[in-house]
């Protein structure tokens, strides 16, 4: 919270609850990737975009998830500039409920690490 003291006879102070999200030159949307027991059973796969507009050209070196559950792969749409990372759920994944990160190292100096959240809920049949 911000909280801004004023010189007002009836109000003394202001509070204001800031949202702010910082941007390094690498963007990627969406920035978060749900998956349920649909997309299990059609062997859905989900993109991430990573866009670069400005400076050197941008470089994958390497795409994996923090937990078996959550597979995924990069596929280039505009070398050096723009990638889809596809995230599916691993065929064998068992019901339950599954949360981890798709962590994609970049040659980017001020943007090595890009982490996506990625969570399922798989019901059991």
């Known amino acids: 919270n911000l909280t801004v003291k004023i010189d007002h006879p ?3 102070s202001l509070s204001a609850r800031l949202y702010l999200r910082v ?12 998956f349920d027991e649909n997309a299990q059973k059609a062997r859905s796969v989900k993109k991430v975009r990573i866009a670069k507009q400005k400076g050197p050209d941008l470089k994958i ?3 994996k998830s ?11 749409v505009k070398a050096g500039r723009e990638f889809d990372i596809e995230i599916s759920l691993a065929p064998e994944t068992k019901p339950g409920r599954y949360q981890g990160e798709i962590v994609i190292t970049t040659d980017c100096p001020d943007q090595k690490i890009i982490k996506i959240p990625v969570r399922s809920n798989i019901r059991k049949k």
């Open 61 to 63: 070196l390497e795409v």
């Open 66 to 76: 923090t937990i078996p559950q959550f597979q995924a792969g990069t596929a280039t």
């Open 10 to 12: 009836k109000i003394t």
């Open 23 to 34: 941007e390094g030159p690498v963007k990627f949307s969406p920035r978060m990737l749900f």
